[in-house]
């Protein structure tokens, strides 16, 4: 099992950024698919999850409007898109299958928003 996350984004405030997680290992529409991230000197925050089976998405309070999940069936990959990025959006953003027993991390994918 297995999932790898795209390389390190610089973005400046005001762009977009989009995460990918790619499985491998196990049927990808079995389990979701949950997305945290962690500012530097910061605990884990959660932001929300995909059921890659219909696409279903729940996200955190905090994000809505901000953050879309989505989810290829076709290439067992997951997508995080945050837009309108701001300084405090500086993170490791991780992707963590969820089979209600364990997590299974990606090795995390570092944001760096600045000007």
């Known amino acids: 099992v297995q999932l790898v996350q795209s390389g390190a984004e610089l973005r400046n405030p005001g762009a977009s950024v989009k995460v990918s997680c790619k499985a491998s290992?196990?049927?990808?529409?079995?389990?979701?698919i949950e997305w945290v991230r962690q500012a530097p000197g910061q605990g884990l925050e959660w932001m929300g999850r995909i059921d890659p089976e219909d696409g279903t998405t729940k996200y955190a309070q905090k994000f809505q409007g901000r953050v879309t999940f989505t989810a290829d069936t076709s290439t067992s990959t997951a997508y995080v898109e945050l837009t309108s990025l701001r300084s405090e959006d500086t993170a490791v953003y991780y992707c963590?299958?969820?089979?209600?027993?364990?997590?299974?991390w990606g090795q995390g994918t570092q944001v760096t928003v600045s000007s």
């Open positions: 290992g196990y049927t990808f529409t079995n389990n979701y």
């Open positions: 963590a299958r969820n089979t209600a027993v364990d997590y299974y």
